[in-house]
């Protein structure tokens, strides 16, 4: 099996967060959104684990692990919260374009 370099890992992060901001910036829809915030969460937190193994060969900070692990649970129960909004904003607008949704701010 052949053995990939931290550097390697590194660009994929750097890759998939500036696919989370692509979605963040480009799309209109508040779900496609939320999922944009929370690939670039994703990636933030590999590229923390990623970088905790690069600073300590052969094994991982185990304070790194606890600070994703935090984050990851954190980051559900905002994303929860999220949708929970979109899904009543859609109940009480009828749509989920947030250009439609600024437009109703007055």
Request: charge should be positive; charged fraction near 10%.
């Amino acid at each position: 099996m052949l053995e990939l370099s931290a550097y390697i890992y590194l660009m994929s992060t750097f890759i998939l967060f500036a696919i989370g901001l692509y979605i963040l910036v480009a799309k209109k829809n508040i779900i496609r959104m939320v999922l944009g915030v929370e690939v670039m969460v994703t990636a933030a937190n590999m590229a923390f684990i990623i970088l905790s193994g690069f600073l300590f060969p052969g094994s991982t900070d185990p304070l790194a692990q606890a600070i994703v692990i935090i984050s990851i649970g954190i980051g559900a129960g905002v994303a929860t919260i999220a949708l929970i909004l979109a899904v009543m904003a859609y109940r009480k607008y009828g749509t989920l374009d947030i250009t439609k949704l600024r437009e109703l701010k007055g």
